[in-house]
């Protein structure tokens, strides 16, 4: 099985900067396009970033404006995101997603999901 398991969440004021990691663990996922995905309360989760599993390629939904940033490290099976300049409108569960599907940079399907870490951003 595929394990995602997200940390960093936390209460942050306004122009601050949160770091969020996912620890991956299974069979291969490191050949997995990564990303992640945000849902506040009441809304649809939407997408967030993605990364091809080399981390040669990046994608971001148009909100994010140049504010945050995905990587990934395979040797360590993990996965990040660098929230700069955070807004209270970024409060959300952040999940962690794996064998994301892509078409152009809009997410197609995702395989695996983990079960999200909180992010506020207070004013």
């Known amino acids: 099985q595929v394990q995602l398991v997200e940390s960093g969440g936390g209460l942050v004021q306004a122009g601050g900067s949160l770091r969020l990691s996912c620890a991956v663990s299974?069979?291969?996922?490191?050949?997995?396009?990564m990303g992640w995905f945000r849902q506040a309360p009441g809304k649809e989760r939407e997408f967030v970033a993605a990364?091809?599993?080399?981390?040669?390629?990046?994608f971001y939904a148009d909100f994010v404006k140049g504010r945050f940033t995905i990587s990934r490290d395979n040797a360590e099976n993990t996965v990040h995101l660098l929230m700069n300049t955070l807004k209270p409108e970024d409060t959300a569960v952040y999940y962690c997603?794996?064998?994301?599907?892509?078409?152009?940079?809009?997410?197609?399907?995702?395989?695996?999901w983990g079960q999200g870490t909180q992010v506020t951003v207070s004013s």
């Open positions: 997603a794996g064998g994301v599907s892509l078409s152009g940079s809009r997410p197609l399907g995702v395989q695996y």
């Open positions: 990364i091809s599993w080399s981390g040669s390629s990046t």
């Open positions: 299974g069979r291969t996922v490191s050949t997995y396009t």
